[in-house]
T-cell receptor
Framework: SYELTQPPSVSVSPGQTASITCSGGELGIRYACWYQQKPGQSPVLVIYQDTKRPSGIPERFSGSKSGNTATLTISGTQAMDEGDYYC??????????FGGGTKLTVL | QVHLQESGPGLVKPSETLSLTCSVSGDSISRYYWSWIRQPPGKGLEWIAYIYYNGRPNYNPSLKSRVAISLDTSKNRFSLNLSSVTAADTAVYYCARLDVVPPSGYFQYWGQGTLITVSS
């Protein structure tokens, strides 16, 4: 089955840049998107189609992709950005797949 | 503004069938794709199924034998049935709108989620 691999945790100091990666076979030819989830809340879409940012998402959130690795970058990270982040894509048979999630800690 | 609201029993006994409904307001379910996603306590997101109003459903292969998703266009809602549940099916269940952009798609609108506990 298709898998998306994320680091379990990432730590960053306030004001610094956080990068969260998502790797998967053939991800280079499929769109990736990213969700932020805070405790007790539903996930929120922060990046779609690799690099696009939905209305209302701060500009400090950006997405990129190189080969089979997609990256979510948070510039000038703030305490409010703490939470779990999930990447998501489709496999070759239109099955939706989520990465395992990355816990972002702002120290 | 699109709003989704899940409703369900809260508690289901092992081996029984879990039935959930998602009521949609602010949009017609005769557009877009509609999906169910779950999250076991303390764990990650797992996609369950999606359906388009005039297409066949698609299921997570790991759940396909136990899952059915359906639409009720007259009430602008969609539903999920999960049969033969076990404790491993205990999770928060979310409904969401799936915006399909081949060769992928994303979930921009989510319900608040409903916790389903499987226990005798």
């Amino acid at each position: 089955s298709y898998e998306l691999t994320q680091p379990p945790s990432v730590s960053v100091s306030p004001g610094q840049t956080a990068s969260i990666t998502c790797s998967g076979g053939e991800l280079g030819i499929r769109y990736a998107c990213w969700y932020q989830q805070k405790p007790g809340q539903s996930p929120v879409l922060v990046i779609y189609q690799d690099t696009k940012r939905p209305s209302g998402i701060p500009e400090r959130f950006s997405g990129s992709k190189s080969g089979n690795t997609a990256t979510l970058t948070i510039s000038g990270t703030q305490a409010m950005d703490e939470g779990d982040y999930y990447c998501q894509a489709w496999d070759s048979t239109t099955v939706v797949v989520f990465g395992g999630g990355t816990k972002l800690t702002v120290l | 503004q699109v709003h989704l609201q899940e409703s369900g029993p809260g508690l289901v006994k092992p081996s029984e069938t879990l039935s959930l409904t998602c009521s949609v307001s602010g949009d017609s379910i005769s557009r877009y794709y509609w999906s169910w996603i779950r999250q076991p306590p303390g764990k990650g997101l797992e996609w369950i199924a999606y359906i388009y109003y005039n297409g066949r459903p698609n299921y997570n292969p790991s759940l396909k034998s136990r899952v059915a998703i359906s639409l009720d266009t007259s009430k602008n809602r969609f539903s999920l049935n999960l049969s033969s549940v076990t404790a491993a099916d205990t999770a928060v269940y979310y409904c969401a709108r799936l915006d399909v952009v081949p060769p992928s798609g994303y979930f921009q609108y989510w319900g608040q989620g409903t916790l389903i506990t499987v226990s005798s």
